[in-house]
């Protein structure tokens, strides 16, 4: 009976849990929750992952863990996320039973600087390009970043992402710039996790850094919100929870006899998800 009810709470939530097509996500929408795991796992262990892979891996992480009872893993997972995308938002159809975590992580990171990077080419008093460039990760809350890499523009439509450094928590690390024909470099950076993965970029192939320079615009650091702008609340288009079809179901089958109740973990949590920003180029 207990089984009956959790499935009544998971279909309609994993059925609007985000974008479908990874094998994570189809395990997830299948309520194959261990090979979702694994298949997450794998995401993470690739070092041929993107941002949004690794995001999306961090989301299936959570949702799974919380959706098989292991809350403090999915707290976990739901924070790297949230360090990585602090836009990140749950779809509002997805029960609260398994979004407990996410507002618990949510709650945690308000207190904390996200994921933040920024950069700083070496001053030249006599307006000649920059030989060398400062890499600053400035905050990694989750320890995600294990190396840097830079990407430097050889030639049109050719890159070299050969050169990368170490690190561990916010540092800064110094690479040089080649110079050609008195134009400044073209690069941008790559923040990897342990296996090579990217996490993050500063600048890319079609907006690099250099190019920046040569316009003579002020350096920027990755941007990061005031404290006092760390608020918000869910769309005013969303249906709150507990006028959900799912939600009035499930309660009718606990009424029923079982003893599985959608409130768990969610006192003193937030009402809803925040929208915050944080610049990651």
């Known amino acids: 009976m207990n089984r009956l009810v959790v499935i009544l709470v998971l279909v309609p939530a994993l059925a609007l849990a985000g974008e479908r097509g990874s094998e994570a996500q189809r395990k997830l929408d299948d309520l194959d929750f261990d090979g ?3 298949a997450a796992r794998k995401v993470l262990g690739d070092d041929t992952a993107q941002p949004e892979d690794l995001q999306e891996a961090y989301k299936v992480l959570g949702l799974a863990y919380s959706a098989t009872g292991r809350d403090d893993e999915a707290m976990v997972a739901f924070r790297k996320l949230l360090s990585i995308d602090s ?3 749950l779809s509002p159809d997805i029960s609260p039973k398994l979004a407990a975590p996410f507002y618990q992580a949510l709650a945690i990171t ?3 600087k996200p994921l933040s990077l920024g950069y700083q080419p070496e001053t030249t008093p006599d307006g000649t ?5 400062s890499f600053k990760l400035e905050a990694d809350p989750m320890r995600l970043i294990s190396r ?7 030639k049109p439509g050719s890159w070299d992402c050969s050169t990368s450094r170490s690190l561990e928590g916010p540092a800064e690390l110094e690479f040089e710039l080649p110079r050609t024909a008195g134009e400044p470099a073209r690069y941008y950076f790559e923040a990897l996790n342990e296996h090579g993965g990217v996490v993050a970029r500063l600048g890319s192939r079609r907006q690099p850094l250099g ?4 316009q003579q615009t002020p350096v920027a650091a990755a941007a990061l919100p005031a404290a006092g ?3 918000g609340s869910v769309p005013a288009a969303a249906t709150p929870w507990y006028q959900s079809w799912w939600f009035w179901t499930a309660v009718g089958v606990v009424v029923a006899g079982t003893a599985v109740g959608l409130g768990v973990g969610l006192s003193g949590g937030t009402a809803g998800p925040v929208d915050y920003n944080v610049v990651v180029q």
């Not at 390009?129 to 460039?133: H, I, K």
């Not at 840097?148 to 050889?154: K, N, Q, T």
């Not at 190019?211 to 040569?214: A, Q």
């Open 129 to 133: 390009p920059p030989g060398r460039v």
């Open 87 to 89: 836009d990140f938002q």
């Open 148 to 154: 840097v890499r830079i990407c430097l523009a050889a």
């Open 211 to 214: 190019e920046r320079t040569r």
């Open 110 to 112: 308000r207190e904390m």
């Open 36 to 38: 979702a795991i694994e």
């Open 229 to 231: 702008e760390l608020a």
